[in-house]
C-alpha cells in the first residue's frame, strides 16, 4: 500500500503568509489525485511538504500507513518532476535516465533493461544520446518524467510538469501521463493550475483556495455538483455564470428573477432551495444551457441579452451577452480582478460557428431551466443541482 494521507496541514512562511492552512486530504493507493487551483492557493508547497523539501509547521503527512514528517526527501522513496525538468545537463538523456539507478546500485542488465523499457513509452528512443540543450522544453520534460518513473517509486509527484509546453504537446503527453500512471499503478499526485488538464487526467480532483480544500470528487461530480460558488465558477472552459437573483411565486408558477426579467422554474422547489422562495439567490449558468431562442420549443424560457463580446472557434461561436441583472463575482477565481462591474452580468452562450453575432446586437437566449444550479449568496455553498 502507498497512500497518502494529509492531516490537518499547515505551513506559515517567515513573514507570516499562510500558505497551507489546516489541509486534510486523503489519496488512494494507486490513484492519480489531481490537485487544481489559482497560483498562490498553496498546491505546489503542499506537494513539497510531501516530498519533504518544505517544512511542516503543523499535521502529519503519511505515506503507506508511516508517518514521514521526520523522514529526509530521499528516506519517502517518492519522485518528483517540478515545472521545469531539471535535468542535469551535463549528462545525456540516457545518463539522466540512468542517475537514479545507478545512485541505488541496481546491477547494470537492469539498468539497461528499465531504460529501454522507459524510453520505449516515452518515445525517447532517438533522444538518448542528447545533451538536455539540445532538447525542446517538450522533450526535456519527456527526459524528467522518465527519470522519475524509471525507479517505479512508491508515490509520484507532479508539479505543473506541462506548463512550459505548447498546447498541442501538453494534451498529447497529458494523456501519455494517464496511461503510464495507470500502467505502473503507483499512487500520484498531479498539481496544475489548469483545470483543462486535471479534469482530463484525474481519477479524483481536489480543487484548492487560499491553502484549503474546497472539495474533492471525480470530475463529473464536480462539473455538475459543485459544492460552493468558487467551485462552479473555477471549472469549466468557460466557467459558469454567477447572476445575482432570487426566487418568487406568481399564479401558482415558481420563477427565476433575473434582474428585470424572470424565467420559469420547472416543477417545485426542493431540498435547501424550498427555504429560499421569496429570498436571493445566486444562480449559476453554463454556456451549454443556452442556446438561440430561434427554434426553440414553444413555451421554453427566453432571456433578453446583448452581445457584448465574440469569439469565434471555427466550430462554434461564444458570445459573452449582458444581461440587467448584478453579476457574483467570486474572490480568487482566476481573471475576477479583470472582470467589469457594473449592473450587467455576462452570459457566455455557445453558438453555432456560422452565427454572425457582433457586440452591441440584442439576441434572445433560450434558457434550460432545469439545467441551472443555485447558491447561497451569502455563504456560496451549493443550494441545488440538477439530478
Same mark, same amino acid.
Given at each position: ?36 487551483g489559482?497560483?498562490?492557493c ?18 502529519t ?47 547494470? %542488465? ?89 479534469m ?13 480544500i474546497?472539495q ?71 454556456p ?28 462554434? %461561436? ?11 463575482l ?32 440584442p ?25
Open positions: 500500500m502507498a497512500d497518502v494521507q494529509l492531516d490537518d496541514l499547515s505551513r506559515v512562511y517567515p513573514d507570516g503568509t499562510r500558505a497551507v492552512a489546516g489541509l486534510t486530504l486523503y489519496v488512494r493507493d494507486r490513484e492519480l489525485l489531481a490537485v487544481v489559482p497560483s498562490g498553496g498546491k505546489s508547497t503542499a506537494l513539497r511538504m510531501v516530498a519533504g523539501i518544505e517544512p511542516i509547521d503543523g499535521g503527512v503519511t505515506i503507506g500507513g508511516r508517518v514521514v514528517n521526520g523522514l529526509k526527501p530521499h528516506e519517502r522513496d517518492v519522485a518528483m518532476v517540478f515545472e521545469r525538468g531539471a535535468l542535469y545537463p551535463h549528462l545525456t538523456a540516457a545518463e539522466n535516465l540512468r542517475f537514479g539507478l545507478t545512485a541505488r546500485r541496481l546491477p547494470e %542488465t537492469e539498468i539497461e533493461q528499465r531504460v529501454a523499457a522507459e524510453a520505449r513509452v516515452l518515445g525517447l528512443q532517438r533522444l538518448l544520446d542528447r545533451l538536455p540543450r539540445t532538447l525542446s522544453a517538450g522533450q526535456r520534460q519527456r527526459v524528467a518524467l522518465g527519470r522519475a518513473t524509471v525507479r517505479v517509486p512508491r508515490v509520484f509527484l507532479l508539479d505543473e510538469p506541462l506548463t512550459h509546453m505548447d498546447a498541442g504537446e501538453r494534451t498529447r503527453l497529458r494523456s501519455e501521463l494517464a496511461q503510464l500512471q495507470h500502467g505502473l499503478g503507483v499512487t500520484t499526485i498531479y498539481v496544475t493550475h489548469d483545470q483543462a488538464q486535471a482530463a487526467i484525474g481519477d479524483r480532483v481536489a480543487v484548492m483556495r487560499a491553502g484549503r474546497e474533492v470528487a471525480n470530475p463529473r461530480t464536480l462539473y455538475h455538483q459543485p459544492a460552493n460558488a468558487f467551485v462552479a465558477s473555477f471549472l469549466g472552459s468557460p466557467a459558469m455564470a454567477l447572476v445575482a437573483g432570487g426566487l418568487e411565486t406568481d399564479a401558482g408558477r415558481t420563477w427565476v428573477r433575473l434582474g428585470s426579467q424572470r424565467l420559469g422554474f420547472p416543477g417545485t422547489p426542493s431540498g435547501r432551495l424550498r427555504g429560499r422562495v421569496g429570498r436571493p439567490v445566486t444562480v449559476g449558468v453554463r451549454e444551457h443556452l442556446h438561440e431562442a430561434a427554434g426553440a420549443r414553444p413555451g421554453a424560457a427566453v432571456l433578453r441579452a446583448t452581445v457584448a463580446r465574440v469569439e469565434r472557434l471555427g466550430h462554434e %461561436t461564444l458570445a459573452a451577452c449582458a444581461i440587467d441583472a448584478q453579476p457574483v467570486v474572490t480568487d477565481t482566476p481573471g475576477v480582478a479583470d472582470q467589469p462591474g457594473g449592473e450587467r452580468a455576462l452570459l457566455t452562450a455557445r453558438l453555432s460557428g456560422h452565427h454572425r453575432a457582433r457586440p452591441g446586437d439576441v434572445d437566449l433560450s434558457v434550460d431551466t432545469a439545467r441551472l444550479s443555485f447558491f447561497d449568496p451569502v455563504s456560496g455553498d451549493a443550494l441545488w443541482h440538477p439530478g
